[in-house]
């Protein structure tokens, strides 16, 4: 009861921290958003155009109004979840983030099962067998992961496997028709899951590696080992238990730099997910699209620390709850 | 602790790796055999040669020079991003970890929320909209980055404010900003150090793929993730367009984090490998 009382408390002071955090991400991205110089009318209308012409622009979409007054309605829509609409298409920016969300939480999904499933065991690798060419290996792996500008290991991939094999296609969703084709979109898939887990097994094995040479030094894997167990039972059911929990938080944390990379892969592969729609909007100064997309974004990331953090402190009954 | 770095074969090649690079930023107009905006025609899209050793583009501009030139684009940045980082995080990490109470928590809750951001997302905006100028650019790649030089700043304040010969700066009669300047950072100097190699191959990454996106050095000045994005568009036929300045990128952040880690290795042996 004591500690669901905890619990709760802990999470209800981290979501309100949260709401905070979205509050400070809107009103610093409205104010800079405002405070640019130029704005969309000279995008919208294109070429030259009179004052006259760019005031009624900015009359017609509300920009005319007191900075405080914009961003309370901005505010007090979003929060019964209208997001607005685009001003470029007039479509509405919560239809337009929905269509592509599905196709980001795909790649960054993918991208981040491939990367643990990945570095897990090559993170153990090099931990078990420290000092040898695995860990050699391993250790020039997570280096050169670290290193690499995610873009160009893409564009490497397309010369690889498009290019040059011509065994996978260099961009997009499926083939044109086949969208409920499953085999189209798996073989699509590829080329960007693999360019974006690549960079995130790098960090993700690193760690595994440090946080089992940390759990292979303690106590109790001593005392596994003096009872007799095998060395392979003390490694996976002993120490790597506890040495993956941290690696939760990993996890958890490398979320924003996941996200960030997929506007990078996206745009190479002509994948047509949110990162694509928000350098897009920022090109085009589309500002309901823009705050639209971030606002989506950083509550993603938010909640899914915030969802890290609980489940750690549920993994491990040593963290309290402060 | 130099003896120890030059002991450290890996540092070592990273060092030389960095030196390398910033060699060839500096000596640019010497050494780049052509200029990075001379155009020839007639010598558009030639594989790697003699003539030109790294091929050329679709204007028939030398790769190599380009490359040659980018270095400078890609490493000004990176240095006054990381300058503005350590100067931002050094203050704030310090301030946090010797003063502790509120003054810790407001700084190193603004930290969590700077670093629960994705970063490429507030960097778009703000360079999109703001223009993409090398301070500009530099600015909002530190105001991304500051958070993680804060941190660690502020762990290694919060362990030196323990030590004795802080409570004997104090029993002297020494003020909070000469024990900040002259004790605590001076002896966290090392890390710092290390720390601002390590975020100078991140801050030439998120440069990169801010001039991939059209965000960075604008054309004809070369940087590295311009020529990429030029590069793609003749991938099929000519390869080294997109190749070479991606390798020059991947070698350069290599060398800083091979020297880095060198340099960590060098300064405290027990973190061999840490992290």
């Not at chain 1, 009179?50 to 109004?65: C, F, M, T, V, Y």
């Not at chain 2, 500096?26 to 007639?42: E, K, T």
């Amino acid at each position: 009861m004591g500690v669901d009382a905890g619990l709760r408390g802990y999470v209800l002071r981290r979501l309100g921290f949260a709401l905070l955090m979205l509050v400070c991400v809107s009103l610093i991205l409205f104010t800079l958003m405002r405070l640019a110089p130029g704005g969309p009318e000279a995008v919208l209308i294109g070429g030259e155009f009179s004052p006259a012409a760019a005031a009624q622009i900015r009359e017609r979409l509300g920009l005319d109004r007191p900075l405080p007054l914009q961003y309370l309605r901005w505010a007090a829509a979003a929060f019964r979840g209208d997001l607005g609409r685009s001003f470029k298409t007039g479509d509405p920016v919560a239809a337009l983030i929905l269509d592509r969300l599905g196709p980001t939480l795909q790649l960054t999904g993918g991208a981040l099962v491939l990367a643990l499933v990945a570095a897990i065991p090559l993170g153990v690798l090099a931990a078990v067998r420290r000092g040898t060419i695995w860990d050699t290996l391993g250790s020039a792996i997570s280096l050169f992961g670290v290193s690499f500008p995610s873009f160009w290991l893409g564009i490497m991939l397309i010369l690889l496997f498009s290019e040059a094999f011509r065994w996978l296609p260099p961009s997009g969703l499926s083939e044109y028709g086949r969208e409920a084709d499953p085999l189209s979109r798996l073989r699509h898939a590829i080329l960007p899951t693999l360019t974006l887990g690549s960079i995130q097994m790098a960090a993700f094995m690193r760690f595994t590696r440090s946080s089992l040479l940390e759990a292979l030094r303690q106590d109790y894997v001593r005392t596994a080992r003096a009872k007799g167990l095998a060395g392979g039972a003390v490694v996976w059911r002993h120490a790597l238990r506890n040495a993956l929990i941290p690696v939760v938080t990993v996890v958890g944390l490398s979320l924003p730099t996941l996200v960030g990379g997929a506007v990078l892969t996206e745009t190479v592969f002509a994948w047509p997910g949110i990162g694509r729609l928000a350098v897009g909007a920022v090109f085009e100064r589309d500002y309901p699209v823009i705050m639209g997309v971030n606002m989506v974004v950083a509550a993603v990331v938010i909640t899914a620390n915030l969802v890290t953090d609980v489940a750690y402190c549920l993994i491990d009954p040593r963290i309290s709850y402060r | 602790m130099s003896a120890r770095l030059v002991r450290h074969r890996r540092g070592l090649i990273g060092g030389a790796a960095v030196v390398l690079m910033l060699l060839t930023g500096v000596l640019a107009p010497l050494i780049a055999p052509h200029g990075y905006s001379n155009q020839s025609l007639l010598q558009r899209l030639q594989p790697p040669s003699a003539a030109h050793w790294l091929g050329t583009d679709g204007f028939g501009r030398d790769v190599l020079s380009r490359v040659i030139w980018g270095t400078r684009v890609s490493l000004q940045i990176g240095f006054l991003a990381t300058a503005l980082a350590l100067l931002v995080g050094t203050a704030l990490g310090s301030a946090a970890g010797y003063f502790g109470g509120t003054a810790d928590t407001a700084i190193m809750r603004a930290a969590d929320a700077f670093m629960a951001m994705p970063a490429l997302f507030l960097i778009l905006v703000v360079v999109a909209l703001f223009g993409a100028s090398l301070l500009n650019t530099a600015l909002v790649i530190s105001l991304v980055t500051w958070a993680q030089v804060a941190r660690v700043v502020r762990a290694e304040c919060l362990s030196l404010r323990g030590r004795e010969f802080i409570d004997a700066a104090h029993a002297l009669g020494a003020g909070h900003a000469r024990i900040l300047g002259r004790h605590l950072l001076l002896n966290a100097m090392p890390v710092i150090i290390v720390q601002a190699t390590l975020l100078l191959g991140q801050t030439i990454l998120i440069e990169s793929a801010l001039s991939y996106l059209g965000l960075g050095a604008q054309p004809p000045l070369p940087s590295w993730g311009n020529m990429v994005v030029e590069g793609r568009q003749f991938l099929a036929s000519a390869w080294w367009i997109a190749a070479f300045p991606g390798l020059a990128i991947f070698l350069t952040v290599l060398g800083f984090n091979l020297f880095g880690d060198g340099l960590r290795d060098a300064l405290d042996p027990a973190l061999r490998g840490a992290s």
